[in-house]
């Protein structure tokens, strides 16, 4: 069984910097897309970054220069460092994993993710 359990989350202040961790286990697939997504009260689910097995890293518009991914495959755990923190980014983040490849155009819809974390709280001010 697939468990996604993520921690790091908090409040920090404008400029300030989080990093949020998912630890992964249940699976032996090799091939996988992980993400982060958040989600602020009122809104859909967005995504902000992603990366694949092979390494690749994708990020959304809105966090590009500022937040980075990353996967320690010894630890099975996924980051998401972030820098530059703005009030906008506050809500609340969640990892994600589907074990295929997606396209561009679905790397960021929530959709396209069977497997999820319960989420941990940013906030930002």
């Known amino acids: 069984q697939v468990q996604l359990v993520e921690s790091g989350g908090g409040s920090v202040q404008a400029g300030g910097s989080l990093r949020l961790s998912c630890a992964a286990s249940?699976?032996?697939?090799?091939?996988?897309?992980m993400g982060w997504f958040r989600q602020a009260p009122g809104k859909e689910r967005e995504g902000v970054a992603a990366?694949?097995?092979?390494?690749?890293?994708f990020y959304a518009d809105s966090v590009e220069g500022r937040f980075t991914i990353s996967k320690d495959n010894a630890k099975n755990t996924l980051y998401l460092q972030m820098n530059n923190l703005r009030p906008e980014d506050t809500g609340m983040y969640y990892c994600a994993a589907v074990f295929k490849f997606l396209t561009r155009s679905t790397l960021f819809e929530a959709s396209a993710y069977p497997y999820w974390g319960q989420g941990t709280q940013v906030t930002v001010s």
């Open positions: 249940g699976y032996t697939y090799r091939n996988y897309c």
């Open positions: 990366i694949y097995s092979d390494g690749s890293t």
